[in-house]
């Protein structure tokens, strides 16, 4: 440690200038790049959220539109079809609207799905991720929204997911027991899955999938391209400043030490010479006045010597 303190004492003022500064910049660029980091991943995650909610909600609306709209008027017809009308389930609506959504080259890695323990069509049942999020959701009441990230065979994904709660009584008329239900569906489903449902229960969860891969990729981009933005920057300005502080400052001391030297080995010919009345120029008239001193002391013990 010593002889690291005595090797950066010795160092010229440029080297330690520079040394200081390099020390500072590292500091800077750690806490920068991190809190830009942060930043950037913030509104990344805030990005592929908001698409996620947009989503959710387009899919939402149109369950409630299927429900109020189209289920009443083909309602009558599940009774006397010899197959099952998909169309008057909201379900249905939403998983044909997904999958055309996907055909989408913009869309084609976004994904809706309900999520179902015990679907009637096994198109809808739940894989092991998303049962554990049903099983979470039923074991938490109030647990009304769950986000996070998921990786799935097309990669990782950003993943919105919202209890799926039987709350109307005409949810049942399909879900509750098979004798009830309509014949249609019967024929279409048989008798052994999507029944045994009860009004406030967690069937399902409905979880929106968006792609997030490259909306972290492009934030990574931009950390990467910004961070070299800032160090170009910072050696150009180490190199304007070296240039300054050489022509400014390192060459006006050299020049007064290397008059001093002379002057100390008795050539009182060389001059402090400093146009400039900054604080190097300053120190520069000192010396004259102190080589005019030393020039007159030495001019008297010569006399009192003779």
């Not at 500064?21 to 991190?34: K, N, T």
């Not at 996907?102 to 739940?126: C, Q, R």
């Not at 999020?133 to 950003?158: A, D, I």
């Not at 919105?160 to 109307?168: G, Q």
Request: hydrophobic share 40%; proline share 4%; aromatic share 8%.
């Amino acid at each position: 440690m010593i002889k690291t303190n005595t090797r950066f004492g010795n160092a010229n003022i440029n080297t330690k200038f520079n040394i200081l500064l390099i020390i500072a910049f590292i500091i800077g660029i750690i806490l920068s790049g991190v809190t830009l980091s942060n930043l950037l991943y913030q509104r990344a995650q805030r990005e592929v959220s908001v698409q996620a909610e947009l989503l959710m909600q387009t899919m939402n609306s149109l369950r409630v539109y299927t429900q109020d709209e189209v289920n009443p008027l083909l309602k009558p017809k599940l009774e006397t079809a010899p197959e099952f009308i998909p169309e008057a389930i909201p379900t249905f609506s939403v998983k044909k609207v997904s999958r055309k959504l996907k055909e989408t080259p913009a869309y084609k890695d976004f994904d809706y799905k309900d999520a179902t323990l015990n679907p009637t069509n096994l198109d809808d049942k739940a894989d092991e991720f998303e049962t554990k999020l049903v099983e979470e959701f039923r074991s938490n009441p109030g647990l009304m929204e769950k986000t996070g990230f998921h990786t799935t065979p097309s990669g990782k994904k950003f993943y919105t997911a919202r209890p799926f709660i039987v709350k109307e009584q005409r949810c049942l008329e399909c879900h509750s027991r098979p004798e009830i239900a309509p014949q249609s569906l019967l024929n279409t489903y048989g008798r052994e899955n999507g029944f045994g449902w009860k009004l406030g229960d967690v069937v399902a969860t409905q979880i929106v999938y968006v792609p997030s891969e490259e909306v972290f990729q492009n934030t990574r981009r931009a950390i990467f391209r910004t961070i070299g933005v800032v160090i170009f920057i910072f050696v150009a300005v180490i190199l304007l400043i070296n240039h300054l502080l050489k022509k400014f400052v390192i060459v006006r001391i050299r020049n007064i030490a290397k008059t001093a030297n002379a002057i100390s080995t008795g050539d009182m010919s060389n001059n402090f010479k400093e146009d400039s009345k900054d604080e190097i120029g300053l120190l520069a008239i000192a010396f004259e006045r102190m080589k005019s001193s030393l020039s007159i002391a030495m001019d008297l013990l010569n006399q009192q010597s003779s």
